[in-house]
């Protein structure tokens, strides 16, 4: 493996929220090495003249599913594995050359994606999964019309992103299941949803016991549950049964947000997801009453950002789109930014994203010990957060585990 020195850079420093000047930093094994302003040049270092680039670390996107090649979930579950993998394999290259080269997949990848990565087979960002999402019967991941009374058969498809289970032993067997097979967090749907046939929004989903006996596999495991929520009352009932990553929010109150982050819990607003829906539904064939599901959690969403930022409540980068919506990426960062500040959405896409990952130190940073997930900009994203949308094309280079997977600074 090659190793790099990046001189003449400025350094984003995320917890900081500032650029350092004058510091380089040595890439050896794939890791940072070193970060200094007078670092030895060995023979067999390669050198790369950043010419007063911001060098930041690479960015987590905390809430994506990348076995969504459509937004017809029943079309992807029912895809033969091997095409689901590819195609996944497609939307994570694409995904890291927007300079994500961390992805926490919140219901479909397996450990294959993720081994499949690390083994170079596919050039991809690092995969954090769960496996499959855990949905009770009739909740947001069961993919069955309500003529359909057959038991759930494509529940472990790779194209599938839930899993149906029902019951506090059987949901305690699906979250052994998960961690069994590489899951480092489980996931629930624990609230109803605007993309699945059946559920209301408002519906609270899976009993206190399920959520508490996956809370405790979780834990015991060192990990930490995952939850889909949207309304107050169902982030709130799930806060207090021990669930940590409160996935998109988009109706919390005030009260609800303060004992979320008193608990410890990190929130992942998925703005983009409501956006690109109310952008293309018409397109995509959306009702009357879908819309007015997509606007009640559009206008939520824009309204919790305060709400979650002004209780102290971290809040982690996440996108959550489905199919051709992927092509909305980076507008989150847009979103983000009409309330909080560049700082503020650096770090949820950098420190938060690592904490949530429970890569803390290996992600997120530029300090010696974590992985040589480097991004090359084009200015700095803390003056212009503009640089990191358009797709990548503010990065010159991108460096996922040490090795360029965009290179274009023309040595
Ligand atoms: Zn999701």
Redesign the pocket.
Known sequence: MTNYLFTGGKLLDAEAGIVKDGLDVLVENGRIAAVGSTLPRSADTTEIALDGRTLMPGLIDC???VVAETLDLWANAIAPDSLAAFRAARVMNEMLLRGFTTLRD??GADYGLVQAVEQGLIVGPRLVICGK?LTMTGGHSDQRKRTDDREPALDTRLGS?GYTVDGVDNVRAAARKMIKEGATFIKVMANGGVSSPNDPIHSIQFSADEIRAMVEEAENAGYYVSA?LYTDKAISRCVELGVRSL??CNLIEPETAHRAAEKGCIAVP?LV?YEGLALDGKELGLGEAEFAKIEVVRQGGMRSLAIMRDAGLPMAF?S?L?GSLRKYHCMEFELLAKVLTPAEVIRSATLVGAKLCQMEGQLGVIAPGAFADLLVVDGNPLDDLKLLQDDGAHMPAIMARGAFVKDQLGR
């Open positions: 809430h994506v599913h919140l219901g999402g992103m889909h996935e998109h998925t997801a996440g959550d489905l």
